[in-house]
């Protein structure tokens, strides 16, 4: 179904590509590069494409987001400026989001939106531009050394591509393997057993139920729920309306909460853990602290680091 | 819930992911300066987040974005203290070159 | 001859445990004499852990109670035993398999007259080295050491299988080394201890082979299963295989090395470095004579090749002759009767070989007796002249105040070893030398003629010394350890103290009337009787007539060795004492022979030259080739491969994150194509 052989020639391609794009002293094999590269992308999904006609395949909005996301990536990488390199990273981030909404996963689509493009990102601005010289009037394309040249580009390319195509075609023959489908024995909508209180808002708003009955039990698989008045005489059974559905957002936090608890305090110790690291290690040391710490520490060049970093690291953490 | 998505797409989706770690990771090895060097692992989270929420479509299920929730967790942490240790970093030697700190070498 | 001897040893020699011996019971503790000494050992090495401790000075007395317990155990043992045996199980030592070799002794009449030597002379030399050793630093660590000495000896002695007396052999070659190089700051000293060290471990070496051959034999490694096998061989006349002829052989090899028989004696002259007591009591009296215990008491075995004894006796008798020559050439006294003692031990091993186990023991015990004396003597005139032992700077020491005692013991001693009559040497060397001319033998007859003119020149360089030192006018100088002032006129001997005085009289009226327990009867009195109980004993030709005066061996030996012994005595007055030039003139006329001898007849550089030498160069090849070639290198190509290949692969630990980040992706991938190519 998928040709191999593009697929690894696209490989080859791009790899040649990138290592013309990847930064060094002249830039006039860059356009050659992004030609190539696109190029290479191209042949890829083309590869990819051949069994559209199948059926079950993506719509153009894949292929637009998939070139927005790989086109800034392979500039993120590929500009001498961290700063820009930054930018694309958001234009990464805002794309891959946008793929995330094309496999209804809104919820995350946003949480990466807001703690990638929102706190990562504007950590790593402050830091870039802390550390970072400035172009002045004098230097207006003042380049360090060490972002105008990438370093062993070859290598690290072969090794790169070589790695993409071993991983390609591991992942094709694993997938051509599969059904086409993946059996799915779950109804659909079932986290609705659980969320009773969301059921119990629908049906008051729909006027189902009267003020003073409560739901007992929701059963997801009729789509009924049953319905107890607290006099306790009349149990009854209501259908559920059809607009009743459970949003991403309700699936992942019943997930999240009812299958992973465990996993989401250690991920909140984590992120605790993390913040309080950041802080330590970030720490300017106080005049009047020990000399033998003064010095293990070493001179800082800049007094305002330490506050705007520890801020910076907080906010992450109170974002995520 | 749309429907789950067919093995076709899944490669599609696949394939970007492996496209975009991959990118991360040259970028990762040809960079010099450290603050791209962890953006470029920023991008390959990226990378990984994708195939997770692809598989997880294909499954029909949330687990896969559930645990993107943990990847976001741990990059936010590794953002968090990589960044600081830039910084101490920056301030025992004014420079961000990543050839600079190689004391390691055997 | 060989034949004849044989023969003559098949009908009359022997092997009499089972016949002639009943058991008796002991009923005396007699692991005290083991034991005693090896906790005053303890004691001693405690107080001597700490140099400077001021309680070292009881280690003298703890020594000398120790051994005199050992003594008085001993002669209980000696009385209650008589003329039967014992044996005695103290523990449970080595038991596997058949082998079996218990800490257990096994006592006869012969392992009783060692236990006495040993404890009685050692308790002597204790005391006696408690007023010599005094005030040296290394008090006690002497004396923990000569009691190890006693324990080791009196183990060996008493041991009733061949490796516990291996054991004591061992130990007592050990306690030789220690004290030997006692004054370990002195270079000479160490090298002597090293080398009688390395040329036992020659005899040793012989011995341990012996021990093996007679396990593998015999199936067991005790005295009384092999002497009974041995009986029933010889009963059953079959044919004697090589491999047991060859134990006597192995086991001869031990005895000439611990004993200081040619080829292995250079070792003991050198052991002189050592204090003069342990010189009188390891390496004049007892230690020495182990070889000849061991002889006597594994006697049967050697009856069992026709070659073994008439071995023992030429070499017995060529190592007599030679030392003596030695001897008569040698300026310090205390080589001198080194030598001496190597030439009266070769008589002793000549003794056994001829058959003589009576005279070869009898020889033993008086000899502990004289040769102690003089060796005590010489300590005592080394201690009061400041190290001085060179015979041309002393004389006339009987005349200087305080030295009466000692010139007393010194003439009684030189008696007995030259041979005068009635004393204790005359009748022991008497004995064997007689019974050489009797006992049928390859060349016996000629060993006796040999063995008389050694008399004649052991009286002669026994007296020379006596005469030197003892006689003339009265001159000395100090040795080197006088440091008081330059001025020799104004040096001052110290004359010995009561308790050397009184060791000297007592080994000195031993020297006299120690030969008079051997006197007497058939079989040579008292002694000869005892002997005759043992596992040594044998009987003598019965053809050799006791009747008239010349046909009677013995008395004729007396005879002729009272003569050769007062020739050797007048040639040694004239030329040391009544014409002192005229023996400096003799000198010069034989000068390449004097020079020679004085020279110990190059043996010394003649093994450096044929043994040391060609042992190093081999050593050397072996060092060049094989160490430095082969394992070094292969050591060094162990060590070089890591490092060719660290030296390849350190560039890739440049340090730089991304180089270790670029081998993670290019692993990551090589794992990722090999599982692809496999599944």
Known sequence: MVEMSIIYAACVAGAIGLLFLLPRGDRRWAPIGAVLGGGALGAGLLALSRGQAAGGGVDVFFYVLAFLAVGAAVRMITHPRPVYAALYFILVVLAVAGLFVQLAAEFMAFALIIVYAGAILITYLFVIMLAQEAPDDRHPDALTDYDATAREPVAATIVGFVLLAALLGMMYRGTSQMPAHAATHRPADAELAMLTGKVEAALRKADLIRPEETIREVDAETRTALVASPSGDGVRTVTLPVDLRVSNVDAVGVSLLSEFPVSLEVAGVILMLAMLGAVVLARKERLDAPRESQSLIGKAPHDSQTLIVGVGASAEGGAS | MTDALSVLALNHYLLLSAVLFVIGFIGFLTRRNLIIMFLCTELMFQAAAIAMIAFGAHHGNVQGQVFLIFILTIAAAEAALALALVVMLYRRRPTLDAEKWSELKG | MTSALSAHLALHASPTLASAAEAVRLGVPVEWIPFAPLLAAVLCGILALRPGDARARYAGAICVAGLGLAFLTSVAVAVSIGHGTAQETIFEWIRFDRLRADFAFFLDPLTSIMLLVVTGIGTLVAVYASEYMRGDRGYARFFAFVSLFI?????????????????????????????????????????????????????????????????????????????????????????????????????????????????????????????????????????????????????????????????????GCLTAVFSATIGMAQYDIKRIFAYSTVSQLGYMFMGLGVLSSVGATFHLFTHAFFKAALFLGCGAVMHGFAGQLDLRRLSGLGRVPGWQIVTGSMLVACLALAGFPLTSGFFSKDMILAEAFVTPGPGYRAIGWIGLLTAGMTAYYTFRVFFRVFLGPVQYHPGEEHHGHDDAHHFHPHAPGPAINFVLIVLGIGAIFAGWVGVGGAHHGWFGSMIHHSTAAYEAPAGAAHGGFFSNPHQWMMLASSIVGLVGIGVAAYLHLLNRPMAERLRRAILPVAVLAEHKWCVDEGYDLLIRRPLRFIGHVCYALGDTLIINGLVALGGAVPRLIGAAVRPMQNGRLQGYGLGMAGGLATIIIIVWVML
């Open chain 3, 151 to 315: 324990t080791a000896m009196t183990t060996l002695v008493l041991a009733d299988n061949l490796i516990l007396m291996y054991l004591g052999w061992e130990g007592v070659g050990l306690c030789s080394y220690l004290l030997i190089g006692f004054y370990y700051e002195k270079p000479a000293a160490v090298a002597a201890a090293k080398k009688a060290f390395i040329v036992n471990r020659v005899g040793d070496l012989g011995f341990a082979l012996g021990i093996c051959l007679a396990y593998v034999q015999f199936g067991s490694v005790e005295f009384a299963v092999i002497f009974e096998q041995v009986e029933a061989l010889r009963a059953s006349g079959a044919e004697i295989s090589t491999a047991i002829q060859a134990i006597p052989f192995l086991l001869m090899l031990g005895a000439f090395g611990k004993s200081a028989q040619l080829p292995l004696y250079v070792w003991l002259p050198d052991a002189m470095e050592g204090p003069t007591p342990v010189s009188a009591l390891i390496h004049a009296a007892t230690m020495v004579t182990a070889g000849v215990y061991l002889i006597a008491r594994t006697l049967p075995l050697f009856l069992l090749s026709e070659y073994a004894l008439p071995t023992v006796a030429w070499v």
